[in-house]
């Protein structure tokens, strides 16, 4: 995890660090324990299923408004919740490639 709390850092240090502590422990952001799913597992998938549900209903709220037949019709797209970095944390279900293209887009503008 970052020594520093994430306020102190600017974006684009905070993204170096992340990147950083990924390379050196192989686990996102140095988190090699994740001490919620530990200490409360039903906790942790509560939070886990509330922010998949948001991404979901904000998809399909979309899809219904749009205007585009590729995303009214087909329902090509897909919805996520970004971390300041640019790292997806939750996303619906939808065409999984704008996930990590959006990723590197977040990133890119840093």
């Given amino acids: 995890m970052l020594d520093k709390p994430a306020s102190a850092l600017r974006i684009r ?3 170096l660090e992340s990147e950083r502590l990924m390379e050196e422990t192989g686990c ?3 988190i090699t324990e994740l001490k919620l799913r530990n200490q409360d597992p039903l906790k942790f998938e509560t939070l886990h ?3 998949r549900a948001y991404c979901v209903s ?3 709220m979309a899809r219904r408004i749009s ?6 019709e087909v329902g090509e797209m897909v919805v996520a919740i970004y971390t300041s970095e640019g790292d997806a944390i939750a996303l619906s279900n ?3 490639v704008h ?3 959006m990723s590197r887009f977040i ?3 840093i």
Avoid: C, F, N
Wanted: charged residues 30%; glycine residues 12%; positive net charge.
């Fill in 13 to 15: 240090e905070r993204l």
């Fill in 67 to 72: 205007a585009s037949p590729g995303v009214r």
């Fill in 28 to 30: 996102y952001d140095g």
């Fill in 94 to 96: 939808g065409i999984m």
């Fill in 107 to 109: 990133k890119w503008m």
């Fill in 99 to 101: 996930v990590h293209t």
């Fill in 49 to 51: 299923t509330k922010l």
């Fill in 58 to 60: 904000a998809r399909e």
